[in-house]
């Protein structure tokens, strides 16, 4: 199977620090990837895990634990802009993409 | 602008109607993926290819959706015989890699939003 699990919505206050959690049940893992999609827009790369450990890019951190089939997109000094749906998606097979449904988060000022 | 395009943006169309979309990839890149995304929804993968050859086709995919690459460059989508629930935004993206393990990174175009009346 490969059941991709993320929170459905979120909310944060500007400036805070959020946690966007995914977990995911699938054999062959070939990778775990975050992307950010704005309303009415196309989803847009963030990060990309395929070992243990956090990867930190600027404000975006991404952390994965392959035994626990567990991974989380850490945001920190939320800006308003930062307000769009947050894509965990595993790479399984030999190319193509598992996506969640998405987590919508909120920042509020 | 080198990212990845398609056309048309909107297409609306009535219940029956064939319809193609289009997508330029970035410029060579040899991997293209098309996806689907219905409002709420993580993209659903339906197709990809490595350079022209189709390499894997979702088993969701009804067989009123073709798609080809007949040149490894741009690629169209073809939906016959529409009906409302293909009613979604239609995603293209495109990688590159050079093995045949896969851990590229897939970027996506605008999308196509179709509206099936």
């Known amino acids: 199977g490969q059941n991709i699990d993320q929170p459905t919505e979120m909310t944060a206050t500007e400036g805070a620090i959020v946690q966007i959690n995914c977990t995911y049940q699938?054999?062959?893992?070939?990778?775990l990837f975050w992307y950010q999609q704005h309303a009415g827009e196309a989803p847009t790369f963030l990060s990309y895990n395929v070992l243990d450990g956090l990867e930190e890019k600027g404000r975006f951190s991404s952390f994965l634990s392959r035994s626990k089939g567990y991974s989380y997109l850490l945001l920190k000094e939320l800006q308003m802009k930062d307000s769009a749906s947050y894509l965990c998606?595993?790479?399984?097979?030999?190319?193509?993409?598992?996506f969640g449904k998405g987590t919508m988060l909120l920042v509020s000022p | 602008d080198t990212g990845v395009s398609q056309d048309p943006r909107h297409k609306i169309t009535k219940r029956g109607q064939n319809v193609t979309f289009r997508c330029d990839p970035i410029?060579?890149?040899?991997?293209l993926y098309w996806y689907r995304q219905t409002l709420g929804q993580g993209p659903e993968f339906l197709t990809y290819?490595?350079?022209?050859?189709?390499?894997?086709k979702s088993r969701l995919l009804s067989d009123r959706f073709s798609a080809e690459r007949p040149k490894g460059s741009f690629s169209t989508l073809e939906i016959q015989r529409t009906e409302q629930g293909d009613s979604a935004m239609y995603l293209c993206?495109?990688?590159?890699?050079?093995?045949?393990?896969?851990?590229?990174?897939?970027?996506f175009g605008p999308g196509t939003r179709l509206t099936v009346l």
């Open positions: 699938t054999s062959g893992f070939n990778g």
């Open positions: 993206a495109s990688s590159t890699t050079s093995g045949r393990t896969s851990t590229d990174t897939q970027y």
């Open positions: 998606a595993e790479n399984s097979g030999y190319s193509t993409l598992t």
């Open positions: 290819f490595q350079n022209e050859a189709q390499l894997e």
């Open positions: 410029s060579e890149h040899n991997r």
